[in-house]
């Protein structure tokens, strides 16, 4: 069974830029969740999805961070403009049951 | 407010010795809590996880214990081998009966290092 896939797996850009990020859940998954992990810290959840609908965006910064789930599949989570402190990686999950998440590699952002 | 906290950011044992990695956590809504491993430049991991209706669970290796009175969790490994060296992260549901997707609120994490 082919896991969580994201892309890419690296990106730096400067501030004020724009970026966005790719997930494919695994196959079947209904629920799929963006998570932010600082430096030293534990993922913090940005988004999470049910199908294409969303469930939780309470911290979402929204002035700056939009996520979309077409289709119910694939998701992308976008940052306009990034600032400094969105340096950070950026974790997709899914599930397709109530409480284990399966995670991506992730994408390791870093804002200049 | 962080519900989630893991006090040690790290820990260091010797290979065939016990591991223990602590969590506290405030919200006394959590009912379910889980146990992920982390390896450098690769997602999180799911280990082990227990229900707020038992106070101990088992997997091979690995044991988490649950004190719902004290709002403490634990996670034991014995015996401690090098590629169990990651970082380790608790993390907590309180959404009760659900048919799916839980929300899931993560401690800071643990650096676990096992020295052969």
């Known amino acids: 069974e082919a896991g969580v896939a994201q892309s890419p797996r690296y990106k730096i850009i400067e501030k004020r830029q724009s970026v966005a990020f790719w997930c494919n859940p695994i196959s079947g998954h209904a629920t799929l969740y963006w998570y932010q992990q600082i430096l030293g810290q534990g993922p913090k959840l940005l988004i999470q999805f049910q199908n294409n609908g969303v469930v939780d965006d309470s911290q979402l910064p929204k002035d700056r961070f939009s996520a979309e789930r077409l289709k119910g599949v694939d998701s992308t989570l976008k940052i306009q403009p990034a600032k400094l402190e969105d340096s950070a990686v950026y974790l997709c999950?899914?599930?397709?049951?109530?409480?284990?998440?399966?995670f991506g590699p992730g994408t390791r952002l870093t804002v200049l | 407010d962080q519900q989630v906290k893991q006090n040690s950011p790290s820990l260091s044992v010797q290979e065939g010795r016990i591991s223990i990695l602590n969590c506290d956590y405030t919200n006394s809504m959590f009912d379910y809590f889980l146990w992920y491993k982390k390896y450098p430049a690769e997602g999180p991991t799911f280990l082990i996880s227990i229900s707020s209706i038992k106070d101990k669970n088992e997997d091979g290796r690995f044991t988490v214990f649950l004190n719902k009175s004290a709002k403490h969790l634990s996670l034991h490994i014995v015996p401690s081998q090098p590629g169990d060296s990651a970082v380790y992260f608790c993390?907590?549901?309180?959404?009760?009966?659900?048919?799916?997707?839980?929300?899931?609120?993560f401690g800071e994490g643990t650096q676990l290092t096992v020295n052969p």
């Open positions: 993390a907590a549901s309180g959404l009760g009966a659900r048919t799916s997707g839980s929300r899931l609120t």
């Open positions: 999950a899914s599930t397709g049951g109530v409480y284990e998440q399966f």
